[in-house]
């Protein structure tokens, strides 16, 4: 994803607040169990406070990028992350560790990346050949008929303001988006604007595609590839998943082999 290429020098700093879901991890792998397996590991922001609590931890990644970051942080750190493996790999066809997982992770809207049907059942299928019978998905996305409800508009928007912390310069990341409701996908824009030290306005750009998911969608995906959901949750935080909440959190069980 040459999109994360992009954007890895910015993904830490961007994402720095970002911890409500880690939360929910390390509650869910205190009660399942480990090892865990997170898809689109990145700069190891799940991975890495999962590592340091004691789990063993694989995380897999195909941008080279956002892997280095990961690496640098294990460099930095290496005896509070001993139980973590980082592997570079297409999700869809790199070889999988022959362990079973008591927990596996589609974080935070990693499986928006995938637009096609057969590659979302693709990806599923290969989870469950990595889960423990015993074992639980977790799968992070938006709550999309709220993105739906919205007026559509082509107007550029502030998302937020940080400081990138290797040269200390303020960014402002903005973003312009168009839905495709028939596709459910929406092709959005960022933008970083950087100020550098002689006051002047250093600009990158960095396009990617996202697609939607409706619940009755993901419980069909998930039932075709081997789960049967579990619960559905409107939040990090397991309120109940109803209008008007922001994420649709969902909980996946393996069907027992026969």
Known sequence: MSFYTTVAQYYDAENADKRDDIDLYLELAEEVGHPIFEVGCGSGRVVF???RAGYEVVGMDNNEAMLTLARERVEQHPQEVE???LLQGDILTAPLPKQKFKLVLLSYNMLMHFH????QIAL?????????????LVIDLPNAGETFATTDSDAITLERTFIEPVNGHMVMQQAVSTLDRTSQLMRVL???DEITEDGTLKRTTAPTLFRYFFPYEVQLLLQVSGFQVDAFYGDTDCSPFEDTCPRMIVFAQPIPNE
Not at 116 to 119: A, G, K, L
Not at 124 to 136: K, P
């Open 83 to 85: 139980t973590l493996t």
């Open 116 to 119: 096609e049907q057969d590659q």
């Open 190 to 192: 960022w933008i970083y």
């Open 49 to 51: 406070p999962l590592a």
């Open 124 to 136: 599923l299928r290969r989870m469950r050949s990595l889960i423990a019978e015993d074992g639980l």
